[in-house]
């Protein structure tokens, strides 16, 4: 399933020639954080990396209450005030800006700061509102927080390549343009990790970002600042990517809803990554929030767009409405476990629970055996590196950075730097439709509605640490859309415990199971599941989750 | 942007061995045509290939007055008449099923009848409307015909390949069942090339088809058999499948209307072909028929059927009733040479022609130069021989039969049987999309609405000519939907001269110009032309096609 990666691409000498490049990025970093509207460091915890320290608590202790009121708000419900001039875009914009800050002296979740930017925007927001009587659209002056890998015109794009550091793009990513004709108003973008194929975050230019939860733990990736600013309310929703689990990982770990939407609804145009004439796995944007109705929010108002006018890939769907599901009308179908790692204790109280609180309801659940899990996982890991890493290895032989372990982890999926041909390229195609094919067929002849499936074998990881991304991969590889919901429990080290008497199955679940060694490390970190629909059902699953929500807060 | 390609598959000493599969074959074919249907044989020409003899014409003189009532009207007022119990079904299915026999007799188009299972569907039809006063649906008791490439439960289905005359299979394709769901009689199933790679007709199996306009040339390809048979009015519509011009080929060489629509939103699953895992240019399913508003009859019915809830990669995209464009508000943009091959006088007139009919109509008519059409064709020719040829010379090699010239000449694309990697395949791929991103500014640049081009530079073919697919396979490549229609002119030896003073630009248009080397080869063949739309514009493809089909009759 994996193969081992040399390293030829790290050249130190190299290296130190771009590393003032990095210091004049970071500089400008810090020049632009508004130094008014940061904490003193002496609220700041000294010990992160051997205490947990659960800094979406401490929020509330170092936040004005006139922030918190608005920042504690669902995004749904303030795009309702704004848009109905019952709160100023300016006043929402300082309130997210100033958590926004506060944020990333926690979690270290920023690459780059326009705050000026953000507030002239929401000013001439309020502007057009008072002269129109009307808001510009259904988001109007929603901060919104943007992963750095979407082109923002005259801005720079690196997608955590430090080779890129300089790469000014003179586009708009079109879900960037539709964002901002909805009303959003953008202030942040977000760290990655390098090459932000890592299911955890740490990069070469601002280092590591940290889970909000509990300091000493990831936050998830490839979107890791989107999870780390939209758990600590630095935004009131935010703009994810994901081709293997890159949204859902971080929403999980960090305890925000998540969506991975069905491939070519949201658009992909203009945004800097390594993946050339890659369609085989297709990577999809998609929002990061706090509430499950203000994902429908999202969906809505960027699609509302019709971003097929801008980009020729977007398949026209429009949002449809639809209603939210009667429990008794729903089969739900639990995947357990699916069969190559068994997830941690706390991953499977979290299962126990949802099972009981989904039959409470009465929602018929069913146990479901994935099929196909080792062969989906070995074709899309081979899928990952078919151009033997090409796109990605130019990127960073460019610089000579050094590869963190988790890129060398990445770059070895597969085949690694081994040559594949195009026959096997379209087998391993063709391998994928007929999984896709087999789920599709296992929904329809069940007749199960969603499938709830863990989001990762574990809860947030101690950094560097994510080797398995089965969990989340499965769905990219067969275009599934998912949904990823905090269950409002959080990691206990005293109910958690270790299960030693449990044999792994293979190496990879030895090396995974045998992370969650020490429960006290994990103490904080949310519980998070997955809920997973039909092909281009995307409205149903989140109407599915706003059930799960109604649920959950009973 | 072509290679020679080394036969190696032909093996005369284990071709024998198949050969009596194919007669067997042949004799069911023959068991199965009515006899008490077909024409005296002194009505048939008989020296086809060395006269021009046109079938159509001479259709009303050998078939009865009833049948021609029936099968010379338009299948949408057919459908009207069958929905409201003004004609039952087992009249016009027999109907269509002398025609389709006779139509049989002058071209060679059928693979398969089976006008038994036919016409007791017909009756099941006729008794279900007697029984609940409605129609099963909007194609309630239409004859349609099938090209052999898509699956049919308990019949054959080779799709050309002599090694797969007893492939039975299992499963009706998808856009089968949605046709059938939708009301239609299904009778015969008709002839496409060796490998489904020209953009003529010839097969180890039944042989070439002919055009009926002109039984001396071919009916095109690879839906040779539905052009045929629709232009004969042996079906109502047909349906054929097109990866680089094989619906739009046929269409316009009979001279009925062809839509090859966008991508996924006609379903392809459970066909038979030589493409594993092959997606950077996707075949796509569509009818032809003989009137505009019958393409958006069949668009509507199959799509009307939501084919993706039988394959989950059908897009949800309804069929969207748009209206009929007012000559005012179209710009179309008028692609006199495509700089590669220049089209033949005939073609050069129908442009001309329609150039006036448009701009008469108060239509807005520009010249587009399309760019990049050179590194297009190298880009999918390449494609379509990324595996090296390998599925389809499997095929071919199993039963060792002869290799047709068309089939080398196709195997021969791009690399041929050069091996190609995976960067390389990736590296096409993201060509494909550059050049897409291209027309679609293109469009969007100058607000056109529609394209207008040749079907290909030339009418119908003499047998086994036709090496150059620019004028189709560019829009294969990007993906823009296509309307082929006839112009209502037909190729004049007086008026189509040769033009001996040009001068060819290249060894393709050398040969390709020189194979109008004397018009009265040609003669009676229809001028068809291609409308093109932008990507998921299907409905007004066809909506400006009617508008086209309006100012023609006038």
Redesign the interface.
């Known amino acids: 399933m994996f193969s081992t990666f040399i390293d030829k691409s790290s050249d130190p000498v190299k290296f130190k020639e771009w590393k003032p490049k990095i210091e004049k990025y970071k500089t400008k970093l810090k020049e632009n954080t508004k130094k008014e509207w940061e904490v003193s460091s002496s609220l700041l915890p000294s010990d992160i990396d051997e205490t947990p320290f659960n800094a979406i608590e401490t929020l509330p202790k170092v936040v004005d209450k006139s922030v918190l009121d608005i920042i504690s708000q669902p995004a749904h419900k303030l795009a309702e005030k704004l848009r109905t001039g019952n709160l100023t875009a300016v006043d929402t914009f300082v309130a997210f800006a100033k958590a926004a800050t506060i944020a990333n002296q926690y979690t270290n979740y920023a690459m780059e700061f326009f705050v000026d930017e953000g507030l002239k925007r929401a000013e001439e927001l309020d502007a057009y509102f008072k002269k129109h009587g009307k808001p510009v659209g259904p988001l109007h002056g929603l901060p919104i927080s943007l992963k750095e890998h979407y082109n923002m015109k005259n801005k720079v794009t690196h997608a955590s390549y430090v080779s890129l550091i300089e790469n000014v793009t003179d586009t708009d990513a079109v879900t960037i343009q539709n964002l901002y004709e909805a009303g959003a108003v953008f202030y942040v973008r977000t760290s990655g990790p390098q090459t932000l194929m890592h299911l955890d975050s740490w990069n070469n230019i601002t280092g590591r970002p940290r889970n909000p939860h509990n300091l000493m733990l990831g936050p998830g990736g490839s979107s890791s600042g989107e999870g780390a600013v939209v758990a600590m309310m630095g935004s009131s929703m935010g703009v994810g990517s994901d081709i293997g689990g890159s949204i859902r990982a971080p929403a999980g770990f960090c305890g925000v809803w998540g969506l991975r939407p069905t491939q070519k609804r949201i658009s992909m145009k203009n945004t800097v990554g390594a993946f ?5 796995v297709v990577c999809v944007i998609g929002p990061l929030a706090r509430y499950a109705e203000d994902i429908d929010l999202w969906m809505k108002s960027v699609i509302g767009q019709k971003p ?1 006018l801008l980009d ?2 977007v ?3 429009p949002w449809r409405t639809v209603g939210k599901p009667t429990p008794s009308s729903l089969k739900i179908g639990i995947i357990y476990d699916d069969g190559i790692v068994k997830p941690h204790p706390p991953i499977e109280r979290g299962l126990t629970y949802m099972k009981k609180v989904l039959s409470e309801a009465g929602i018929e659940v069913v146990t479901v055996k994935p099929p196909r899990v080792a062969e989906a996982v070995e074709t899309i890991n081979k899928l990952y590196s ?3 890493g ?1 796109c990605q290895l130019d990127l960073l032989e460019k610089s000579g950075e050094p590869l963190l372990p988790l890129t060398k982890w990445a770059l070895g999926f597969g085949k690694g730097t081994g ?15 007929s999984i ?2 087999e789920y ?1 067929n296992l929904m329809n002849d069940q007749n199960i509605s969603f499938l709830l499936s863990p989001v990762y074998n574990g809860v947030a990881p101690m950094p560097s640490t994510i080797k398995y991304w089965g969990y989340t991969a499965l769905w990219n590889l067969i275009d599934m859309p998912n949904l990823v919901f905090p269950t409002g429990l959080f990691q206990d080290p005293k109910i958690d415990v270790v299960d030693s008497s449990y044999t792994p199955r293979s190496e990879i679940e030895k090396y995974e199971y045998g992370l969650y060694d020490d429960p006290s490390k994990f103490v904080g970190a949310p519980i998070s599941l997955q809920l997973t629909g ?3 059902n995307d409205e149903e699953v989140v109407k599915c989750g706003e059930l799960i929500s109604d649920l959950l807060s009973k």
């Open positions: 050339k004439g890659f369609e085989a097929w020729c890939n398949v026209p769907v078919s151009d033997s090409k040559l594949m041909n195009a026959g096997e390229y379209r087998d391993l195609t063709d391998t994928r439709e896709k094919e599709f039909r092909r281009y």
